[in-house]
């Protein structure tokens, strides 16, 4: 009698009928078997936070109560006292002047930068190679370097500044300069990555049309403002979207520079929702701002796909 | 004798202002890399000092001192284990998500999509709050399990896209031959898409070797990481520039390693997650 196994467990051809319903059980099955440990994860580590982090928004809990007392129900005071809260609305303010610059910043330099590097260049690949070691280096190590280098006694920008004329900044501790110090910062780190996407877009622009254009004379404005931007509309939106999500969640860099200060110059939504659960001990107010921030990224995301659609014909 | 025509000002005008980003690009990493060189003195000094002796002081320094090592240990543990994982597990859900056809698939394929968008500082209040409950609170496990769940997404979704370049008939015939599915994936497309791994390794090992907030709220002194090892280093009164760029550089080097000798992978990782939408 032969024996069989099958996942660990012998079985004899006598079970033939047995062993093949088990086969079939297996193959009827296999595509949720393949998918169930990354539903388990996603389920358990992902979905299941989110929703109790929705629900604790409606209670009210300290940091050191957990394990010892239960939460206290609030229903929507959480909601309402944070939109009363100055703290918040600063924060929100702040997160919107950051995601914005940054963005329009990023997408300008990288588009013009795009633009000049389209062209047959050579020594194309050591450039990309360079640009692309910002988004590689841990934020944190850029805001530490970056800490150093704004550093008004021994930092090298006040340095370069001095050479040209100008006097010293305190750049990281007066708060008209702290929020101009984290966006330089974030545009130094993010715009060669996003002049790498727009210059993979421009370069899938098939040469035929470009030629076809200048034979019928337009000029390279026209070039540009007709034919190249709205062939690579779709590519410009993702990357709107992409970066706008994440400065968003931007977090890190703010935390070691300036940790929100000097005052609330700097406390971008993220950090703001940090300091509040972790340090200010209030879980459920903490994450009634979740729920806010996700609703934010969710509306940014939906309205900026909307306008970068591309109509079909 | 060569006349320069008008086309040349123009090309020279573009490199020198690439060459001018690069510089802008690259600055703040020389700085990082020459201040972990520069004794204490030279670090503070102004003007900044340009030549100097390099001093291996300050990699001593942070190798010999208490926890160091162990924090460097942890993050190795923790970026490969997480890398190692979810390769296995993201190729399993990626191959059902391109081969099988089942109840329920566009629901998971968008839900892939969208647990991209969820923000670390969102979830790790929850999270802190259920793995005290479950004791996984300073352990290297809950942190690789919170990894696990962040990089799943997008490591399914790369994978994805590669498998889908494979053709069918290679796997019709390792079926007809009498192959299992579970065989057909591990021996048959994994291969195939080697390149697609290459780059989603790189890039869950970046996230979870890079990572800061969510390993600082989740670890001890015995289980944190080196960013979190970095940010303590940093107090109110002196900041030990020499030391904290000694281990910056040190979490900087995967990063460095990559890009020299994967640059264009990752670019067309990057590219192709835009391009193809």
Partial sequence: MRKKRFFGIEIDSQHERREGN???????FTPYLFLAPAIFIFGFILLYPVFYGITLSFFQWALRDIGAKAPLFVGLKNYIEIFQSPYFLTSVRVTSIFIGVTMVAELGIGMALALLAERKTRGLHIFRTIFILPVMIAPIVVGIVWRYLYNPTYGLI????AIVGIKQIMWLSQSHTALASIIITDIWQWTPFVFLILLGGLQTIPDEIIEVSKIDSANYFQRLIYIKLPMIKPIIGITVVLRLIDAMRALVVMYIMTFGGPGLSTEVLALHIFKTAFHGQRLGRASAMSVFLILFMLTVAFGVLRIFRTERR | MKVLRKGDMTNIGRYVILIIASIIVLFPIYIMIATSFKTRVQTFSMPPVWLFIPTLKHYGT?????????HLSNSLVVATSTTFISIIIGALAAYSLVRFAFLGKHVVSTATLLLRM?????????????????GLMNSRTGLISTYLALNLPFTI??????????PVEIEESALMDGCSELGILFRIVLPLIKPGIAVASIFIFRIAWNEFIISLILTNRYTRTLPVAISLCMTEIGVQWGEITAIAVIVALPAFIFTFFSARSIIGGLTAGAVKG
């Fill in chain 2, 62 to 70: 942070i190798i010999f001192r208490g926890q160091f090592l162990r």
């Fill in chain 2, 118 to 134: 969820v923000p670390p500082a969102v979830i790790i209040i929850p999270l802190y709050i259920l793995w005290t409950k479950l």
């Fill in chain 2, 157 to 166: 979704w790369v994978l994805r896209s590669f498998m889908m370049e494979i």
């Fill in chain 1, 158 to 161: 006040n340095y370069f500044l």
């Fill in chain 1, 22 to 28: 088990v086969k079939r059980f297996l193959t009827r």
